[in-house]
């Protein structure tokens, strides 16, 4: 799945998630505003209970599936066929996030699934350039924390 | 302040491919109306027109539609909310007359859905999601309300036969509806016929019958001050609450996840309004989109406790002759969902229904009935009550 050779291709949504090069796992990026210390994803430039600007930070990349669905529609932007999507509890943040779930583990997917972030070429970015996307994927058995 | 009135309603056929143009389309509905109150243009004080943009080729509809229904040189303007956009053309129609600024007001919805392919009309639907967050993410409206559907039947217990029981319950009334754009009868067995289209698996678990019909359509409300209402009217039928909220766009950012915290806090702002509760709607229009829209609606109204919506489908207490009829006209699911034109239509349902002229589809003497119409996947919601 990572064996991709990802260097060439952005991401997606740039700011939105970390790319990292060595072993690390990928985390979603957010924004924090120093100021109430909230925290948001998608991070806003500004926070709009302070009108403060937020600054970047980590949100997580383990979570629980906190719903999801398998889209068998003709899927847009060059997405796999079936796609799934979902919504995800992120550990720490509290945070709930919307996102791409891995289209090979459909079988896996039920609620309250632990799930982890990957970042991997899928799609395009409509106008036929691929695209580094974020998608959470279910845990193996005995993975994760 | 006096009352507002509804004095004249209309709609097109809900029809797929309407062969001519949007203001022709409009024209259809506006034309029903017109005869409907009796009205001619110079006593319309100001026009409202609503559609969602994103399918239409024309930019800027009002002037063109103003100009081509006589209405000009009263003043219009446009209105968009998705798929709420002509109940939320009410809200500015009833302000303008309560403001004293004009005594009459009509409010145009319309949408040619077909102006676009039908695939490029869900990426489009998809485009009133975020779309610099969500959209690259291949957002589509039935996703969202799958969603929806299966935390609904994982806290609850709500089965996808219930959801096909509420389709059932559209088709019964498509069929008698002749402005309708889905007449046909849809049965339980469809659903798990491999060979029906209405078993087809679209996002999961929500199927093709769990659908809504998109239809090309137009609807039209003529709105009128209490005294222009009772001198041009017999049966006025008036506004007595009005309701509208809005949410975040993004859906990860609310807390209910069973419910449209919309159609909850439009709900209450229009029951408030107009001194009801949910117990007093003798019929109501629900947004339908999908079945499972029309579930929760039944709960965020106030007609179930959340998570017993499915036991008003398994009674059918929400048929013709239940405890609280809803979309005895076939619904969005049945009688299609032209976007800007659907909210009209609902009101238009509501308004025939309290007068006693909706023929075969005609509840046994209701006095206040409910129109509840949301945009997007909840970011837009509005609550109408009328009553006679
Ligand atoms: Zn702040």
């Not at chain 1, 990957?118 to 974020?134: C, I, K, N, W």
Request: glycine share 12%.
């Amino acid at each position: 799945m990572n064996e991709q050779n990802t260097d060439a291709i952005q991401p997606v949504n740039p700011g939105t998630f970390t790319v990292p090069e060595d072993d690390t796992p990928p985390e979603l990026l957010g924004g924090y505003c120093r100021t109430c210390r909230s925290l948001y994803y998608p991070p806003p430039r500004y926070c709009p209970s302070c009108l403060e600007e937020v600054e970047s930070c980590t949100v997580g990349g383990r979570g629980t599936l906190h719903s999801f669905t398998v889209v068998r529609t003709k899927p847009p932007l060059g997405l796999p066929q079936p796609y799934c999507v979902g919504y995800v509890d992120l550990d720490g943040s509290g945070l709930r996030v919307f996102g791409l779930l891995d289209p090979e583990r459909v079988e896996d997917l039920v609620l309250g699934a632990r799930v982890h972030l990957t970042v991997r070429s899928m799609g395009h970015d409509g106008r036929g350039e691929a695209r580094l996307r974020p998608c959470f994927t279910p845990d193996e058995a005995g993975e994760g924390s | 302040m006096g009352k507002v009135g509804i004095i004249g309603v209309g709609q097109s056929a809900f029809v797929r491919g309407y062969p001519g143009s949007i203001r022709e389309l409009a024209f259809e509905g506006f034309k029903d109306a017109m005869r409907d109150a009796g009205a001619k243009t110079e006593d319309i004080g100001a026009s409202v027109i609503c559609s969602a943009p994103e399918y239409d080729k024309q930019r800027s509809p009002a002037g063109v539609f103003a100009e081509y229904m006589g209405l000009t040189p009263q003043p219009t303007f446009y209105v968009e909310t998705l798929c709420s956009s002509s109940s939320t053309g009410l809200k500015p129609a009833y302000s303008l007359i309560e403001s004293g600024l004009h005594d009459s007001v009509a409010v145009i919805g319309f949408q040619k859905m077909s102006e676009i392919s039908s695939a490029e009309s869900q990426e489009r639907m998809g485009r009133g999601a975020d779309i610099q967050w969500e959209s690259p993410f291949g957002t589509m409206m039935p996703a969202y309300y799958a969603m929806y559907a299966r935390n609904h039947m994982a806290t609850y217990g709500t089965t996808p036969e219930d959801l096909a029981l509420i389709r059932l319950k559209s088709s019964t009334y498509g069929q008698i509806n002749d402005k309708a754009v889905y007449r046909k009868a849809v049965t339980a067995e469809m659903f798990t016929d491999p060979e029906s289209p209405m078993s087809g698996p679209v996002a999961s678990p929500l199927r093709v019958g769990d659908c809504c019909a998109n239809a090309d359509g137009s609807s039209c409300i003529i709105v009128a001050g209490e005294e222009k209402a009772r001198a041009m009217s017999d049966k006025p039928v008036w506004i007595l609450g009005l309701g509208a909220a809005s949410t975040s766009v993004n859906l990860a950012g609310r807390d209910v996840f069973n419910g449209l915290t919309v159609g909850i806090e439009a709900g209450r702002q229009a029951y408030e309004m107009a001194g009801v509760t949910p117990k007093e709607i003798d019929v109501a229009e629900v947004h339908d989109c999908f079945t499972i829209a029309e579930m929760m609606a039944y709960e965020n109204l106030g007609f179930a406790k959340p998570g017993e919506g499915r036991d008003l489908i398994r009674g059918k207490e929400t048929y013709k002759e239940g405890s609280i009829p809803v979309n005895v006209d076939g619904g969005l699911l049945s009688k299609g969902h032209p976007i800007g034109a659907t909210g009209g239509s609902q009101i238009r349902t509501i308004v025939l229904q309290l007068r006693g002229e909706a023929g075969d589809m005609q509840v046994k003497n209701p006095e206040i009935g409910l129109v509840h119409n949301i945009g997007g996947v909840g970011l837009y919601g509005n609550v109408t009550i009328l009553g006679r």
